[in-house]
C-alpha cells in the first residue's frame, strides 16, 4: 500500500498500473504486470503532458519528474537508440557522453515521429517502461534518488509513478555518471 500523500503525487489519484491497463500504451501496460515492479499511474488531462505545464497544474515537484529522452546515434548507415532518463531540471549530454556510449559518429535528439513510431507510445508520454528491450536505458544517478518519480505512461492522458530506484530494475538499465548537466 502507498502513502496517497506523498507529495510526488500533487493533487493526482495514484492508482495501481496493473489493474488500470485502460491508461496506458499497449507496451507499458504489458511491462507493468510484472509483480516486481511498483508502479502507479494518475489519469491527467491531455493538455498537461509536457513536464512544466504538468508540475504547474497538479503540483507533481519538478525534481521528482524524471524525462525519457530518446537519442539516435548513426554510425556508417547504422542507427542505435538509447532511453536516457534525466530529471526534469537538467539536459541529456548527446553530443558528448552519449554519442560516445551508442559508438556513434553523429547523436541527436530522434524526431518525434521516429520516437513515437519506434515506441508505439505518444509524445509527451515516452516512457521507458514498455520500451523496444534491445535499447539501453540509461539513467541519470540522480533520477534513483527519489522514493517516487512521475514518468510517461506510454499515453498523453496519464502518468506513472514508480520508485526512482526501480528505474535500475527495468531492463537493459543502467545508472550513468555524467549522462546529464543542469540547464542553463
Known amino acids: 500500500m502507498i502513502d496517497r500523500t506523498h507529495p510526488v503525487f500533487g493533487r493526482l489519484e495514484p492508482l495501481p498500473a ?3 491497463p485502460e491508461l496506458l500504451a499497449p507496451s507499458v501496460a504489458e511491462a507493468v504486470q510484472d509483480p516486481e515492479l511498483q508502479a502507479y499511474v494518475a489519469e491527467i488531462d491531455p493538455q498537461y503532458a509536457d513536464t512544466e505545464q504538468l ?3 497538479y503540483d507533481v515537484p519538478l ?3 524524471i524525462n525519457a529522452v ?3 546515434g548513426t554510425r556508417a548507415g547504422t542507427e542505435k537508440f538509447a532511453v536516457c532518463m534525466t530529471p526534469a531540471d537538467r539536459r541529456v549530454d548527446v553530443n558528448g557522453l552519449v554519442r560516445k556510449k551508442l559508438d556513434a559518429r ?3 535528439f530522434a524526431p518525434m515521429d521516429v520516437a513515437v513510431e519506434a515506441t508505439g507510445m505518444e509524445y ?6 514498455g520500451a523496444p528491450a534491445e535499447w539501453p536505458i540509461w ?3 540522480l533520477a534513483v534518488e527519489h522514493d517516487w518519480v512521475c514518468v510517461g505512461s506510454g499515453v498523453r492522458g496519464s502518468k506513472l509513478f514508480l520508485p526512482g530506484s526501480s528505474l535500475l530494475t527495468l531492463p537493459n538499465s543502467e545508472a550513468v555518471e555524467g549522462l546529464t548537466r543542469p540547464a542553463s
Do not use: L, W
Request: glycine content about 8%.
Open 139 to 141: 539513467v541519470d544517478p
Open 106 to 108: 553523429k547523436a541527436s
Open 70 to 72: 530518446i537519442v539516435r
Open 63 to 65: 525534481d521528482a519528474s
Open 124 to 129: 509527451g508520454g515516452i516512457t521507458p517502461v
Open 18 to 20: 496493473a489493474e488500470h
Open 55 to 57: 508540475c504547474a497544474h
